[in-house]
């Protein structure tokens, strides 16, 4: 082959037998076991995929730490942006139960007085004048107003004074058991109105009401809102997932520090540990030692090593 | 194995035959070590990255939708689960020693012609020393024998950038190969 003395660079010939020749081939024994590995690998896999099929644990449906590998950017994407939607939508049903008690005791108080009434309180109340030697009489009619003059006496039924009148009045005979029908329209006396009574009022209206009155406060309390307090819990609790995890690695490195171990992260919580087959044994020891052992999964031999995957957790 | 054969394998390996999937096995795998190798020189690595592939073939063998591209589609899987490996332990590399290529020594100069091995290692040492855009190119169209166009779809990049790449990694790989010249171009002693 001709040389110049001014060449500086192979010609494309003698680069071509340089790609050709130097090429890299896996050695004859790694074609041998190549198929072996990948056999119980693929079994591995089969065996996984139907367990998780199997898995229907609630756990099943929390979302991963990590982002598995087969997800694409785009899927990631995704995920994370329904995640935002989901929490609002939850933490917006979490405050409506928790207010609709808050709603109930705002129904009872006099302020509310205008508005209508549960039964259930009603019944307490006249409970209350029951629990007095004294009998409930029926209400007057429905079209007959109260005074303003009742209204302003308006306090708890069995300091009213005016309540032993109730006894000789001639409604006595007509009055009605308390616990008669629920359906039915109770009217307490005009003597006694600790609440105002909503003349004929159904329960069904009552619950209706109560649902409007809880969409209300649902509104009250902006979508938005709502997810920058999810977001936030969430954040807080990756940062102390994360702050756990760091601390189970810094401990992981002082158990290993005098055992040669190779450690190559992977993600945050995996790690591929690779030892020597004498020192394997160590390894394991020091790792169950580390109570870590169900997080330890050994991968495969290789002729002078062998591979582990480590998976940390927060927890010890 | 004709490509009859080939095809048909793939088609029985797509209906679960594992035995049709391990003849796939054994004709891609010596193929794509090459490919893998050049993009990340360490047989350990080369090694797990090709069971990764072979364990993703398997899974998404049975949603292929033309047999006939199966080499491609494999090639595929095997550089994104390699370009993935090379992205995380980039990532996740605590230690300088976290990412190793396999220290392999440039022929010592009292050899008077180079060996297959060395010739392995001294192109491994060139390799290197390219970007891994770089390596990819050349891994796909020099050592698989793609054209540009082909490993353009694989890679996500136009076939202009494959070939403006090439062009650019063969003439680094020339002048890094140079000074070795004499070891491989020396004639054949007779025997």
């Known amino acids: 082959m001709s040389e110049s003395s001014f060449e500086t660079e192979l010609s494309d010939q003698e680069l071509a037998h340089v790609l050709t020749q130097g090429a890299m081939q896996p050695s004859a024994e790694e074609q041998a076991r190549f198929w072996q590995d990948l056999e119980g690998r693929l079994e591995q896999a089969d065996k996984s995929e139907s367990e998780t099929v199997n898995d229907d644990s609630p756990m099943r449906s929390l979302p991963p730490l990590v982002e598995p590998e087969s997800l694409s950017p785009a899927q990631s994407r995704k995920i994370f942006a329904l995640r935002p939607a989901f929490l609002s939508v939850a933490a917006a049903v979490v405050v409506v139960l928790i207010a609709l008690p808050v709603m109930k005791q705002g129904d009872q108080s006099p302020q509310t007085s205008e508005s209508s009434v549960s039964l259930d309180q009603l019944e307490s109340e006249l409970g209350r004048v029951d629990s007095q030697p004294m009998t409930l009489g029926a209400a007057p009619p429905a079209e007959e107003p109260l005074s303003a003059a009742d209204q302003k006496t308006v306090s708890r039924p069995a300091a009213d004074p005016d309540q032993a009148a109730l006894k000789d009045s001639e409604q006595e005979k007509q009055s009605v058991p308390l616990r008669k029908s629920r359906n039915e329209s109770v009217k307490p006396s005009a003597k006694t109105p600790a609440v105002k009574p909503v003349a004929n009022a159904p329960k069904n209206k009552l619950s209706e009401r109560k649902a409007e009155q809880a969409d209300q406060l649902k509104q009250s309390v902006s979508p938005e809102q709502l997810a920058k307090e999810a977001d936030a819990a969430k954040k807080l609790a990756q940062e102390a997932k994360a702050e756990a995890v760091a601390q189970r690695w810094a401990e992981l490195k002082k158990i290993l520090a005098d055992l040669p171990v190779t450690v190559k992260p992977l993600n945050a919580t995996q790690a591929e540990l690779q030892v020597s087959q004498e020192q394997a044994a160590a390894l394991e020891a020091r790792l169950s030692a580390w109570s870590v052992p169900s997080a330890l999964s050994h991968k495969f031999f290789r002729a002078d090593q062998v591979t582990y995957l480590l998976e940390i957790s927060g927890r010890p | ?191």
């Open chain 2, 1 to 191: 194995m004709t490509p009859e054969d080939i095809l048909s394998y793939i088609q029985q390996a797509q209906n679960g035959d594992r035995q049709a999937f391990q003849h796939l096995v054994k004709l891609m795998m010596p193929r794509l070590y090459g490919v893998v190798f050049a993009m990340l020189p360490n047989r350990d690595e080369v090694y797990d990255i090709l069971q990764d592939t072979f364990v993703k073939a398997h899974r998404a063998l049975p949603k292929l939708k033309e047999p006939r591209a199966f080499a491609g589609w494999l090639t595929r899987i095997a550089v994104n689960t390699t370009k993935t490996r090379l992205t995380r332990q980039r990532e996740y590399a605590t230690e300088p020693n976290a990412f190793i290529f396999e220290q392999q020594s440039v022929p010592d100069q009292a050899v008077s012609r180079l060996e297959q091995a060395d010739l392995q290692a001294l192109l491994n040492q060139a390799l290197t020393e390219l970007s891994s855009d770089h390596r990819e190119v050349v891994a796909l169209v020099e050592l698989q024998e793609m054209n540009c166009a082909e490993a353009a779809e694989i890679l996500g990049c136009p076939a202009g950038t494959v070939r403006s790449r090439l062009h650019y990694a063969r003439k680094q790989l020339k002048r890094i190969l140079f000074p070795y010249r004499q070891y491989f171009t020396q004639e054949e002693p007779q025997s």
